[in-house]
């Protein structure tokens, strides 16, 4: 065999949940934005979202205390913003003024929407109960918005540190799964 031993503080650069989101909020001191890559699909309907924001971020209070927000899905195109949102805190930064990041009224929740990516999910906050033992929010979609012009989006998918990935061509194989 040969695999070699792995450091288990590297497991997570293994287990990529899915394209890196901007997480919206609005909470008592204005919008909020977050880029966020740890989250994973729970149900199909309704769709659930489990998400793990540190207690942290400016984010997590925003979750706990409005019990909402909106995952918004972004491209190659806005790795920029992706980046320095994550590197950036929301306590002392306005994000959406410091990138750019122009929003639009969300139509169930008060967290805006992020024009530029290409999907955003209105969310509701469903389950807290994980939240102060393993920062864990369950996430409930609400409403669904996707640019209808982008067919084959490039998003972004977290490798570890500074290691990003862009999604590549989509295969099509036989499978009964949904």
């Known amino acids: 065999m040969k695999k070699r ?28 934005v977050m880029t966020l890559a740890w989250h994973t699909m729970l149900d199909f309907t309704p769709p659930l979202i489990g998400v793990v924001v540190s207690e942290e971020n400016h984010s ?7 019990k909402a927000c909106v995952i918004n899905i972004p491209t190659r195109a806005q790795a920029k913003e992706v980046v320095g949102c994550g590197n950036t805190s929301g306590r002392d930064t306005d994000k959406l003024a410091a990138f750019g990041l122009a929003t639009s009224p969300a139509a169930k929740v008060a967290a805006p929407l992020l024009d530029a990516c290409f999907a955003s999910l209105e969310c509701k906050v469903t389950d807290t109960r994980m ?8 996430l409930e979609v609400v409403k669904a918005w996707v640019d209808p012009d982008c067919k084959d989006p490039k998003t972004l998918h977290h ?18 799964m949904k």
Do not use: C, H, W
């Open 5 to 32: 031993n792995l450091p288990l503080s590297k497991v997570y650069q293994l287990i990529e949940p899915g394209p890196v989101v901007l997480l919206s909020t609005a909470g008592r001191t204005g919008p909020n």
């Open 60 to 66: 997590f209070k925003a979750l706990l205390k409005t």
């Open 131 to 138: 939240a102060r033992r393993y920062n864990f929010f369950v």
């Open 159 to 176: 490798r570890g540190y500074d290691a990003f990935m862009v999604a590549g061509k989509t295969i099509t194989l036989p499978s009964k």
